[in-house]
């Protein structure tokens, strides 16, 4: 495929994507530095490197009229809808799905939301390379700490992923996962129920019988559906999910942790607010919902002036 340039926005957060590619101190699937971002994904059971070379900053903040130059390299033949797979995907690790506009828009003279919106200027969804990415990683930090799932997630990417010529390993594939058993992950720290609802989303997506992809037939709200009716996926996870992985513009976090931990302090409360309230409360702000919910998660880790 040959290298294109994709326009960046003027208000474009570039730390932001750089912070959350580069979670793991150990990445092996992601190579990322303040001038590149190197992501290795599984498409149509190929290897695939997505390459983008980054603007120059102005801070922790794209230079205005700038654009990343991306580059596909796939070691092997991808058919027209791989190609189009992996340019959405470029897409999605830069957090260019979800326009801020609207929902800074919709809450300008909201009590609760419009000062935390205002310090967070440009604020992103920055988004998992695929969908399946995003439900396997929800999966895997279901219940622990973030530096026990970015464990765990490395050693999912080691087991089912496979290697570039480049180098980098490749995020995992449906099919690929399907092809381990409940062993090779138990015996590698995986609590049974994780690797039993891992293994088992991979099955059903790999065999057709869980489609991933949306499509006139094939709504979010029916994928959504489909996705609760799998044993051991639940809310949480499936609109985590449909954040990280389509971009939703409409996701109720109601039941994160640090969602609910960040309302209690703009609201002043003393304790935290139940799911059922958050549920309320963030019911207020559809259909921008997860732009609701970035800007919650940003307030607990504020950005440094630039």
């Known amino acids: 495929m040959k290298p294109y340039t994709l326009e960046l926005p003027?208000?474009?957060?570039?730390?932001?994507?750089?912070?959350?590619?580069?979670?793991?101190?150990?990445?092996?699937?992601?190579?990322?530095?303040?001038?590149?971002?190197?992501?290795?994904?599984?498409?149509?059971?190929?290897?695939?490197?997505l390459d983008i070379v980054l603007p120059p900053a102005a801070g922790k903040t794209a230079r205005a009229g700038a654009g990343a130059r991306v580059s596909i390299h796939a070691d092997g033949a991808l058919t027209a809808a791989g190609r189009e797979q992996a340019r959405e995907a470029?897409?999605?690790?830069?957090?260019?799905?979800?326009?801020?506009?609207?929902?800074?828009?919709?809450?300008?003279?909201d009590k609760l939301f419009a000062a935390l919106a205002r310090?967070?200027?440009?604020?992103?969804?920055?988004?998992?390379a695929t969908v399946f990415e995003a439900l396997t990683w929800a999966i895997i930090g279901q219940q622990?700490?973030?530096?026990?799932?970015?464990?765990?997630?490395?050693t999912f990417i080691l087991l089912a992923g496979r290697q570039h010529s480049s180098g980098l390993w490749c995020y995992p594939d449906a099919r690929s996962a399907a092809a381990l058993s409940v062993e090779?992950?138990?015996?590698?720290?995986?609590?049974?129920?994780?690797?039993?609802?891992?293994?088992?989303?991979?099955?059903l997506v790999a065999d057709g019988q869980l489609r991933l992809e949306l499509a006139d037939d094939n709504?979010?709200?029916?994928?959504?559906?489909?996705?609760?009716?799998?044993?051991?996926?639940?809310?949480?996870?499936?609109?985590?999910?449909?954040?990280?992985?389509?971009?939703?513009?409409?996701?109720?976090?109601?039941?994160?942790?640090?969602?609910?931990?960040?309302?209690?302090?703009l609201l002043g409360d003393d304790e935290r607010p139940d799911i059922k309230r958050t549920e309320e409360i963030l019911a207020r702000y559809s259909p921008h919902r997860t732009m609701a919910a970035a800007h919650l998660w940003a307030s607990l880790h504020p950005r440094d002036e630039d």
């Open 144 to 154: 622990i700490n973030l530096s026990f799932a970015i464990s765990l997630r490395r």
């Open 90 to 109: 470029v897409l999605n690790i830069l957090g260019l799905r979800i326009d801020p506009a609207p929902f800074i828009a919709f809450v300008k003279k």
């Open 119 to 128: 310090k967070q200027p440009g604020l992103r969804i920055v988004q998992s």
């Open 10 to 49: 003027a208000d474009y957060r570039l730390q932001d994507v750089l912070t959350f590619h580069r979670r793991d101190a150990e990445s092996i699937a992601e190579e990322v530095s303040a001038e590149r971002l190197r992501k290795g994904v599984l498409l149509e059971g190929v290897p695939v490197v």
């Open 184 to 203: 090779d992950l138990t015996s590698r720290k995986f609590s049974r129920a994780k690797a039993e609802t891992l293994l088992r989303l991979a099955a």
């Open 219 to 265: 709504s979010i709200e029916q994928i959504s559906a489909a996705l609760l009716a799998v044993k051991g996926i639940g809310p949480w996870t499936v609109n985590y999910g449909l954040l990280r992985g389509y971009g939703y513009a409409d996701c109720s976090l109601h039941g994160d942790v640090a969602v609910r931990a960040a309302l209690q302090t």
